[in-house]
């Protein structure tokens, strides 16, 4: 197959749907030579903030002269940004290569009713990938929960990571962050390394310490509150933290979390300080309250949740973001009233779509959402439409905000 082909493979795996298990994936790579146990891991999971948090402690790995992995989801303008190899996307034929490789094991399988969902084959094609590129480390960013996730294969990661947690997936992870939090720590293993922050929740906390206290690890609880901010901007924060000075270019107060998590897990693993403030003044991601464009100000960010919602909010404010106009679009099966009730009263006017995935809200529905907290609503068909529209038409003072969905940034993107 090549890039494309493999692409569309991986796609039409999507129609198995969402199968917590670890059984199938295991029997996939064991057929592939279990790459994953070939090389040292970091494991992330988290509510919000698992990304940024993984690419910073792969970008410190890097910096210290590690060849690093990372596996990250959802991509948002390529599908190779899930794969990444040195910080590059992961090249599009080599990729192809295994998956090629994963298929053939895939088909194997099948012929005993053993059917690999979509996020298993891309998870057994990434630690293909990573092994077979030479990759002496690998930052592996947790799909959906934790304890059933394809990615807990890992049997013993240098590091655990678990950031935030908050309500999200419930009807599959549970309906309290007790429950949620209980998924997400199926991750820890015995003897782990585990790095959280003291901004969870009490009722997280509790349920952390509680497996990290069963399973004999060693759990290291950052304080965020200790990181005093010198400079921030817009574009970005410079702080403190333990008498050292980082800078991040990625923008919310809640980065600030995420740096300090990043940097103690560095720490953990025998990252150097030089190679850790390197590693996260060069992070940067795509449409996490990314500003793309100044005249007028552009700013796109995929989160879709409350948690994401909230932080955006307190972004906007933060920075006396003015004169927005919105452009979103989200998922059915998320919490769209929160969310809308976050972020649009602080617009002059909304335009709503409906994103390209089978799990999509109509955009004509968000509408009557967002109209019960803005004047100035409509709905537009065509995403890429509605986002030409509003840059055309918005004044140089205007902020253009695209949010609520990585499926939306896609398909304008």
Avoid at 359 to 366: H, Q
Avoid at 367 to 388: H, L, R, V
Wanted: net charge neutral; glycine share 8%; hydrophobic share 40%.
């Amino acid at each position: 197959m090549n890039y494309t082909q493999s692409v569309e493979y991986i796609h039409s795996l999507l129609a198995f749907g969402i199968k917590p298990g670890l059984e199938r994936i295991r029997m996939l790579l064991k057929f592939l030579g279990d790459p994953q146990d070939k090389i040292k891991t970091v494991h992330v999971a988290g509510t919000n903030g698992k990304g940024s948090t993984s690419t910073m402690i792969a970008n410190a790995l890097i910096c210290d002269g590690h060849k690093t992995g990372l596996f990250v989801s959802p991509y948002v303008i390529s599908f190779c940004e899930r794969i990444q190899i040195d910080g590059k996307n992961v090249d599009g034929e080599f990729l192809a290569q295994r998956v090629t490789k994963v298929r053939e094991k895939i088909e194997e399988l099948n012929k005993n009713n053993i059917i690999i969902t979509e996020f298993e084959a891309i998870t057994a094609a990434a630690f293909l990938c990573f092994y077979e590129s030479g990759c002496d480390c690998a930052v592996i960013e947790v799909g959906l929960g934790g304890r059933f996730d394809a990615t807990n294969v890992l049997k013993a990661p240098e590091t655990v990571v678990i950031t935030s947690i908050s309500l999200d997936h419930t009807a599959i992870l549970g309906d309290t962050v007790s429950k949620i939090a209980f998924e997400k720590c199926g991750i820890i293993k015995n003897g782990s390394k585990v790095i959280t922050s003291l901004n969870q929740t009490d009722d997280a906390i509790m349920v952390i310490e509680q497996t990290v206290s069963e399973r004999g690890g060693k759990l290291i609880k950052t304080d965020p509150q200790r990181a005093k901010i010198i400079s921030e901007s817009i574009l970005g924060t410079e702080f403190l933290y333990n008498e050292e000075k980082y800078k991040i270019t990625l923008a919310g107060e809640h980065q600030i979390e995420n740096a300090v998590n990043a940097i103690e897990a560095a720490k953990a693993i025998g990252v150097s300080s030089k190679a850790i403030k390197d590693g996260i003044s060069k992070t940067r991601m795509t449409a996490r309250m990314e500003i793309i464009g100044n005249d007028p100000l552009v700013i796109r960010d995929g989160g879709h949740n409350e948690g994401c919602s909230l932080a955006l909010r307190n972004y906007l404010l933060k920075n006396n973001v003015k004169n927005i106009r919105l452009l979103i679009g989200m998922m059915a099966d998320k919490d769209t009233e929160s969310y809308i009730k976050n972020i649009v009263p602080l617009c002059k006017s909304v335009m709503t779509v409906t994103p390209s995935n089978p799990r999509a809200m109509d955009g004509k529905d968000l509408m009557k959402i967002a109209q019960k907290y803005c004047d100035n609503c409509e709905f537009i068909s065509d995403p890429k439409e509605a986002y030409d529209r509003l840059i055309l038409t918005s004044e140089k003072d205007d902020t253009v905000l695209v949010c609520g969905s990585f499926y939306l940034i896609s398909d304008i993107f």
